[in-house]
């Protein structure tokens, strides 16, 4: 056991922007932070930095507060990003990893390890202004992990990466948790949730909308999506009672229900009406799941 957050409330002037939050992430767990806009996420990433204190409840890492102390054994990607524009890539990495306590010559040394693995080695030398946005995160990225943190805390760290470099920035995440990093992260974008982690939060207004493991929560959420390839027109199962869209597909429809027994409904509806070549029933995407849950008219 190791970060563990215990009825965290925090408020800002009469509203709370976290509200009752209670968590635990073991050792080396990659763990989501999901939620809109505004639902708290680096809020509660503030207070588990020791940065923001909470109004209500205790935070601790192994046992203890993350006070200003002990950051050394915490790397943090901040949502608002902050690099020194006019510095070089390798000025600003010494600069910002001797805060960490580090020597001149280990930042060099893992700075080129790292500049190699995310293919960029010519950039030691550029000004960060240099750097497209895309190129300015990975290197904000290596200030998070150039001194080998415990805990690794990234807010929303795939914003503005694009495909090739999202992926290079995911194995190196999941390399980090394979070499014992506890993990945790926001994200507005499922997939990378998905791919990620094993545990997970959604917040809503400050609140937990949903909690625990993904794979657990997918099996035991009710709503199901089936994928019908039919060649006849499907349209008439939106009066099936229980039905909560349909979407055509070039081979058919995509029809998600409420849950398993209204599956079987539109499994016989169909059965009577023609022959479909594909009837499968699929466990709900995080996406569906979040716009389910953490969606709404309140979120922005
Ligand atoms: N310093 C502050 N003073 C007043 N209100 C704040 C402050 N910081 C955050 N809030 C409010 O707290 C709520 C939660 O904000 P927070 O930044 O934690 O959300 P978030 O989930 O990280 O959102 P996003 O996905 O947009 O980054 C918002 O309503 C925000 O306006």
């Not at 890492?61 to 901040?78: A, C, D, F, I, Q």
């Not at 700075?111 to 750097?131: A, G, S």
């Not at 993904?214 to 008439?236: Q, V, W």
Request: charged content about 30%; glycine content about 8%.
């Amino acid at each position: 056991m190791t970060l563990v957050m215990n009825g965290i409330r925090k408020k800002f002037n009469n509203d709370y922007a976290v509200d009752g939050i209670s968590l635990t992430v073991d050792r080396g767990e990659m763990f989501g932070m999901l939620g809109a806009n505004g639902a708290g996420k680096t809020t509660s990433f503030r207070m588990i930095l020791g940065l923001l204190d909470p109004s209500e409840g205790s935070i601790a890492w192994e046992g203890k507060p993350l006070s200003y102390k002990r950051t050394k054994l915490v790397g943090y990607l901040p949502e608002e990003r902050g690099l020194f524009p006019k510095l070089t890539v390798k000025e600003q990495l010494i600069y910002l990893m001797k805060l960490k306590g580090m020597s001149k010559g280990d930042i060099i040394t893992e700075m080129r390890h790292w500049l190699d693995r995310f293919q960029v080695p010519e950039y030691e030398n550029k000004k960060i202004e240099e750097l497209s946005k895309g190129n300015q995160q990975k290197i904000q990225f290596m200030a998070a992990v150039l001194h080998k943190p415990e805990l690794l805390i990234l807010d929303e760290p795939f914003s503005g990466l694009d495909p090739v470099n999202s992926d290079m920035l995911k194995s190196a995440v999941l390399d980090m948790q394979k070499a014992g990093t506890t993990i945790l992260f926001s994200s507005h974008q499922m997939q990378n949730v998905e791919e990620l982690c094993e545990e997970l939060i959604m917040l809503k207004q400050g609140k937990a909308v949903l909690q625990g493991n993904l794979r657990k929560i997918k099996r035991s959420y009710g709503m199901k999506t089936i994928n019908i390839h039919a060649d006849f027109d499907l349209e008439f199962l939106r009066s099936v009672p229980g039905i909560i869209s349909l979407d055509k597909t070039k081979d058919g429809a995509k029809v998600k229900v409420e849950n398993e027994k209204i599956a079987e409904d539109i499994f016989y509806n169909v059965a009577e009406t023609g022959f479909a070549r594909k009837f499968e029933v699929e466990e709900p995407s995080l996406h569906d799941i979040f716009i389910d849950k953490a969606g709404g008219e309140k979120n922005e």
